[in-house]
């Protein structure tokens, strides 16, 4: 069984999505902010870590730091949840730690699917990575490669969300997507997958 | 038109009242004739004549040139010389008096008659030109704005006192100076002349000078040939203006920047509970619909608060109006289709 972690601070949606996931088949933790988040993070290693954003006293992005800042919940996949459209700052700050962003509010089957892919797709980026490192390929290389696909996929689909999109947004994706390259140039083949097609993120 | 009026002054008695004859006899009011320098004066105080015959030799301390100069000065009326004298010290003093004429006896009265004609005909030109420059000088120096008359080499024909002022030298020490040695041009004010000069059409601009701001405004001048010979530079002190701008676009970038704080809490404020609404809907089961219902009512009074909230966005409307031509209710419908705005 699955397990999911909610954080936010709104009762009504911890509520709403326990009940939802339980009886879509997951165990769900839900806590309401950053500091309960970490604290329960000691204990349990959920599969998936829904984040809110717009909490207090520690916002959701000082929380994701916190926790890609800590080797032993550095891996597990987070997944900003939030009213709120980013800034590019934020997507070029965050956009390597997180599997996707989705806003609120959001249909219960739309947040199931979502849920399940970033879930599904971690991994199959995990057996890709695996073989890729039996292959003989550079630890730093494969997660940097990683780093950028996730990067890049999410900032395709957020940029829909800009407003305005600019000059700058274009060529954000472009240097990325030029590191991307150049790390999987650096790759060995593995067994599992030579084709390195996986890492894709599902949006809404 | 009333009859001239002249005080004759001579010390003698018969030539005078010969000359007083003759005048009369010729169509002028001559009421009297004095001897002395002195009475000379004061006589011309009392009466105001038109203008005064004055012989240069006189009873008394005072000559003739004397007397002539303090009723020039006192009284501003036109003094012609009588004299015997024909040598050319004593004439070139007289005329450093600025006399209207000079005549030397013996004369004939139709010389005479002439030499005062011409001599009240000056007059009177000298005192309507004297007029109207007083009259372009009260306008030029009634208003508040800074004014400067170029020529065609860009140097100064006049300024008015504010310009003197700002400029911190009399009006007088500017006349002749070339405006480009004076801290009121800069390269573009200079380029901007020569544009008015070569394109013959008034041009308007705004600069800073020191710690103040300024509208210029250039204006060609032409001659009666319609060619451009002069240049008036008018400089609208608009300082005041400029920092209430300033103040409305820091006032106003600090109330939208508050606003979309705001917004983005608004965001959150709003989002959430349509989530919860919307997940409690989901999940299907009539008993959350209180729920549900609780968030409904979640949401509108936060509309209510905002509502009361923004009616601080006065200083947004006006700057929004103010630079970008827009704002709520301020411009009317064009074709007055939609009613009121709302």
């Known amino acids: 069984m699955e397990t999911v972690m909610i954080v936010d601070d709104t009762p009504a949606i911890r509520e709403v999505f326990t009940l939802f996931l339980k009886r879509s088949g997951y165990l769900v933790h839900a806590v309401m902010g950053g500091r309960e988040c970490l604290e329960l993070l000691k204990t349990v290693q959920p599969d998936l870590i829904l ?99 996730r990067s890049v996929t999410l900032i395709k689909k957020l940029m829909q969300r800009f407003r305005d999109a600019e000059k700058g947004d274009e060529d954000m994706i472009r240097v990325q997507e030029e590191q991307m390259v150049q790390f999987r140039k650096n790759l060995r083949p593995g067994t599992d997958r030579p084709q390195l097609s996986g890492g894709e993120i599902h949006g809404q | 038109m009333a009859k001239a009026t002249i005080l004759v002054v001579e010390d003698e008695f018969i030539t005078g009242a010969d000359i007083q004859n003759n005048l009369r006899e010729t169509g002028y ?159 573009g004010t200079l380029q901007q002349i020569d544009d008015v000069y070569v394109q013959g059409r008034p041009v308007h601009g705004e600069e800073k000078r020191g710690d103040r701001w300024y509208e210029v405004s250039m204006f060609p001048m032409t001659d009666t040939n319609g060619r451009i010979t002069r240049i008036a530079i008018q400089s609208h002190d608009i300082t005041g203006r400029k920092h209430f701008e300033e103040q409305l676009k820091n006032e106003g970038v600090g109330q939208i920047e508050q606003n979309m704080e705001q917004f983005q809490t608004l965001n959150d404020q709003i989002r959430n509970p349509l989530q919860a609404i919307l997940g409690y809907l989901q999940l299907g089961d009539p008993a959350y619909f209180p729920k549900i219902i609780h968030h409904v009512q979640e949401i509108d009074n936060l509309v209510v608060r905002l509502d009361k909230g923004w009616v601080q966005s006065e200083k947004v409307r006006s700057f929004l109006f103010r630079h970008y031509r827009h704002g709520a209710g301020i411009v009317p419908d064009p074709d007055g289709t939609k009613g009121e705005a709302d």
């Not at chain 2, 120096?141 to 140097?155: R, W, Y």
């Open chain 1, 51 to 149: 984040l809110d954003i717009m909490m207090e006293p520690e916002d959701g992005w000082e929380t994701l730091d916190a926790i890609k800042s800590n080797p032993a919940t550095r891996q597990l996949p987070v997944m900003m949840f939030s009213a709120k459209t980013p800034t590019r700052t934020e997507i070029r700050e965050h956009g390597s730690q997180i599997e996707d962003y989705i806003f609120k509010p959001v249909e219960l089957a739309v947040l199931s699917r979502s849920i399940a892919s970033v879930i599904e797709n971690c991994r199959v980026v995990q057996r890709e990575k695996e073989s890729l490192i039996q292959a003989g390929s550079d630890r730093d290389t494969i997660s940097e490669y990683y780093n950028r696909l």
């Open chain 2, 29 to 187: 009011d001559v009421p009297f004739v004095v001897d002395n320098g002195e009475d000379a004066i004061t006589k011309a105080g009392e009466m105001h004549p038109d203008l005064v015959l004055m012989d240069i030799t006189l009873i008394g301390e005072m000559t003739g040139i004397a007397a002539a100069a303090q009723i020039r000065d006192r009284y501003g009326i036109p003094v012609i010389f009588l004299s015997a004298h024909s040598d050319d010290t004593t004439i070139t003093r007289a005329l450093e008096s600025e006399p209207f004429g000079y005549v030397i006896k013996p004369f004939e009265s139709r010389d005479l008659k002439i030499r005062i004609e011409i001599a009240l005909y000056k007059h009177a030109m000298d005192e309507a030109l004297r007029e109207r420059e007083s009259t372009i000088n009260a306008l030029l120096n009634t208003i508040p704005d800074a004014l400067v008359l170029l020529d065609h080499e860009k140097k100064i024909v006049a300024v008015n006192e504010t310009m003197a002022r700002q400029l911190q030298k009399s009006r007088e020490a500017l006349k002749g100076l070339d405006i480009a040695d004076l801290p009121l041009a800069n390269t």
